[in-house]
């Protein structure tokens, strides 16, 4: 079994200020995290993923995330927020196993940023 | 490369009626996952297809049921359409690489279905 908790459902920042995104997980296997985010209208776009190797990983657009098994979190930042970072992101933990493929989501987190 | 393509865009439906959509993996992708977005909510796992069958299910009716074609692409059906089943769906796929594990998914822009 897995699940994941997105702490906070809405997050506002001002624009070049530091943005925190936090996510929790439950897994049954070694999990597989990723973040995605999803722009109005538009598809998810993958920002950054974590399989076994560094627990510090870097995305696209700025963003880095870290894992830390002891608090099994894996939280999502990013140093200088941008307008155009404004969306729905979403934390999701998929079992690193043989047959692995059914990913669990969080609820998002909507991130305003002001100008 | 085109990506995950997905048709149709939009989708209105009455209750009672039977729907089918459609999902173009990624080139070189063999694994394909369909998920219920509803509104304000986070995707949810429907079921994934590998090598032409079902290899995990989510907690969802048979109503819903689905196909994956030699050439990778797949379907997803759901019958006797009820008003809850108005979500976007969105369809993902992902490569099956050595060990059994998934690289990670890409998603296709959805197909948002509304059912009155």
């Known amino acids: 079994a897995q699940s994941v908790t997105q702490l906070d459902s809405h997050v506002s920042v001002s624009e070049g200020t530091p943005v925190l995104l936090r996510c929790n997980y439950s897994?049954?296997?070694?999990?597989?995290l990723f973040w995605y985010v999803q722009h109005p209208n538009k598809g998810l776009q993958l920002l950054l993923k974590?399989?076994?190797?560094?627990?510090l990983v870097k995305g696209i657009n700025g963003f880095e995330a870290e894992f830390k098994k002891s608090e099994t979190s894996f939280h999502l930042t990013k140093p200088s927020a941008h307008m155009s970072d404004a969306a729905e992101y979403f934390c999701?933990?998929?079992?690193?196993?043989?047959?692995?493929?059914?990913?669990?989501f969080g609820d998002g987190t909507t991130l305003t940023v002001k100008p | 490369d085109a990506g995950v393509t997905q048709s149709p865009t939009h989708l209105i439906k009455t209750r009672g009626q039977q729907v089918t959509l459609r999902c173009s993996p990624k080139?070189?992708?063999?694994?394909v996952s369909w998920y219920q977005q509803a509104l304000g909510q986070g995707p949810q796992f429907i079921f994934q297809y590998y090598e032409e069958e079902e290899r995990q299910r989510g907690n969802f009716p048979d109503r819903f049921s689905g196909h994956q074609f030699p050439n990778y692409s797949s379907e997803l059906n759901v019958n006797a359409l009820l008003l809850g089943d108005s979500a976007l769906y969105l369809c993902a796929s992902s490569l099956l690489i050595a060990g059994g594990s998934y690289n990670e998914q890409f998603f296709g822009p959805g197909t948002r279905l509304t059912v009155l």
């Open positions: 080139s070189g992708h063999d694994t």
């Open positions: 974590y399989t076994s190797a560094a627990t």
């Open positions: 999701v933990v998929t079992p690193r196993s043989t047959n692995a493929g059914k990913s669990t």
């Open positions: 897994s049954s296997y070694s999990p597989s």
